[in-house]
């Protein structure tokens, strides 16, 4: 199996961090909400044995850089077509899962010329009803809420919930745990 690396670069001025490895073929690995590209570390090796692996950490996402304004999917395509240039890539698969999956679609709409394939794992976006924390989510206001609830103080607070509910067998599912963690 291939070795990762994590790696930067600055893209407008702001850093963009990724998982990259492999060679072959791009593959352009693209989280969900409020994750990262440590999402894709289970199946990274595997798949950088037969292609080049880029996972980045979406804008506002993992240890990308966070700047105010815009992260409409469209602006968050843009992002990933500006990091394939940097990388050196004309094309890539893009492989998306829950966000991420709305991103590589509009990836796959705004620049068809840089997608070679579209692949779609538990798409946001899709479907006739969209969650209704993601519809909350796209409310005016909604930034400044989420800025009081995504803070350490609401972040220990809920550890210690959980952490208190483990006697009783309650858990939290594995993809709750690494929304919770980012």
Same mark, same amino acid.
């Given at each position: 199996?291939?070795?990762?690396?994590? !790696?930067?670069?600055?893209?407008?001025g702001? =850093?963009?961090?990724?998982?990259?490895?492999?060679? &072959?073929?791009?593959?352009?690995?693209?989280?969900?909400? +409020?994750?990262?590209?440590?999402?894709?570390?289970?199946?990274?090796?595997?798949?950088?044995?037969?292609?080049?692996?880029?996972?980045?950490d979406?804008?506002?996402?993992?240890?990308?850089?966070?700047?105010? &304004?815009?992260?409409?999917?469209?602006?968050?395509? =843009?992002?990933?077509?500006?990091?394939l240039?940097?990388?050196?890539? =004309? !094309?890539a698969?893009?492989?998306?899962?829950?966000?991420?999956?709305?991103?590589a679609?509009?990836?796959?709409?705004?620049?068809?010329?840089?997608c070679?394939?579209?692949v779609?794992?538990?798409?946001g976006?899709?479907g006739?009803d969209?969650n209704?924390?993601? !519809? +909350?989510?796209?409310?005016?206001g909604?930034?400044?809420?989420?800025?009081?609830g995504?803070?350490?103080?609401?972040?220990?607070?809920?550890?210690?919930?959980?952490?208190?509910?483990?006697?009783?067998?309650?858990?939290?599912?594995?993809?709750?745990?690494?929304?919770?963690?980012?």
């Open positions: 199996m291939q070795r990762l690396e994590f !790696r930067r670069a600055s893209i407008h702001h =850093d963009v961090a990724f998982r990259t490895g492999g060679s &072959g073929p791009a593959l352009l690995l693209v989280h969900g909400m +409020a994750s990262s590209s440590f999402t894709w570390r289970h199946v990274m090796p595997a798949l950088a044995d037969h292609f080049t692996v880029v996972a980045p979406l804008p506002g996402h993992g240890a990308s850089a966070k700047p105010r &304004g815009d992260y409409s999917l469209g602006n968050l395509a =843009d992002s990933l077509r500006d990091l240039i940097v990388l050196g890539h =004309d !094309r698969t893009l492989i998306g899962r829950s966000l991420g999956g709305g991103v679609m509009q990836f796959a709409y705004q620049f068809p010329e840089h070679e394939r579209l779609l794992v538990s798409s976006g899709l006739e969209v209704p924390l993601l !519809r +909350a989510l796209s409310l005016p909604a930034e400044y809420l989420l800025a009081l995504c803070n350490r103080w609401a972040h220990d607070a809920g550890t210690t919930v959980v952490r208190s509910l483990r006697p009783l067998g309650l858990r939290p599912g594995p993809q709750f745990a690494d929304i919770w963690d980012s």
